[in-house]
């Protein structure tokens, strides 16, 4: 158990709708990463956030934004689902804002239909 | 782009040393490396990172060759549990440089 927690496990939604994926870091981490995994373009980095703030951008999509709460925990948000979204979505945390040791959640399972 | 190359699979004997290489001849001085593991329907697991100098932790070592063109991730006594999709990363010390997975190693484990 590496003490970051996601929510909800799965999810199974129609295209064109909208999802809120949760993150809570591990306790003392002021960095969220997200990451989408999917069959064809693996692990990809999507955002990161340290301590409130935007840290860095990956391959993120504009349909999709996140945000990191006065409390730590993140929220991303997918909206105009298309089938190509259906993934794996992890998040990871790190004390530091430098990604030395993440550690990741179990993920969200994400399928649309 | 990772840049970094590893073999797409290995395979392993239960309790036999496992040696899991990675090239990164571009690699800058300021470049960590890093190792994560995957196992199968969980998310990735920090594994050890390194600069220079070999590393040592409760679940590897971290082998960095002389000029640091490659590396060698050790796991010293395979166990069915360690059969995942390794991966190996560069990146540099810096907040803003995200880790970029490639594909990994993955690595079987033979009872």
């Known amino acids: 158990d590496s003490g970051v927690t996601q929510t909800p496990k799965h999810l199974i939604t129609a295209t064109g709708q909208r999802v809120t994926l949760r993150c809570s870091p591990r306790?003392?981490?002021?960095?969220v990463y997200w990451y989408q995994q999917s069959l064809d373009q693996g692990l990809q980095f999507l955002i990161q956030y340290y301590n409130g703030e935007e840290r860095a951008k990956g391959n993120i999509l504009e349909r999709f934004s996140a945000q990191q709460f006065p409390d730590l925990h993140s929220e991303l948000n997918l909206s105009s689902l298309e089938l190509g979204d259906s993934a794996l979505y992890f998040c990871?945390?790190?004390?530091?804002?430098?990604?030395?040791?993440?550690?990741f959640g179990p993920g969200t399972r994400l399928t649309v239909t | 782009d990772a840049k970094t190359t590893q073999p797409n699979s290995m395979e392993s004997n239960e309790e036999e040393p496992v040696h899991l290489p990675c090239n990164h001849s571009?690699?800058?001085?300021?470049?960590?490396i890093h190792w994560y593991r995957q196992l199968p329907s969980q998310g990735p697991e920090y594994v050890i990172h390194?600069?220079?100098s070999n590393v040592n932790n409760r679940m590897a070592s971290l082998a960095i060759a002389e000029d640091r063109k490659s590396s060698t991730l050790i796991l010293h006594r395979a166990t069915l549990r360690d059969a995942a999709v390794y991966y190996c990363?560069?990146?540099?010390?810096?907040?803003?440089?995200?880790?970029?997975f490639g594909k990994g190693t993955r690595l079987s484990v033979i009872a």
């Open positions: 571009t690699i800058s001085g300021t470049d960590y």
């Open positions: 990871a945390s790190s004390t530091l804002p430098d990604p030395l040791e993440q550690y």
């Open positions: 306790s003392g981490d002021l960095s």
């Open positions: 990363i560069r990146s540099r010390n810096s907040g803003n440089t995200p880790l970029v």
């Open positions: 390194g600069l220079t």
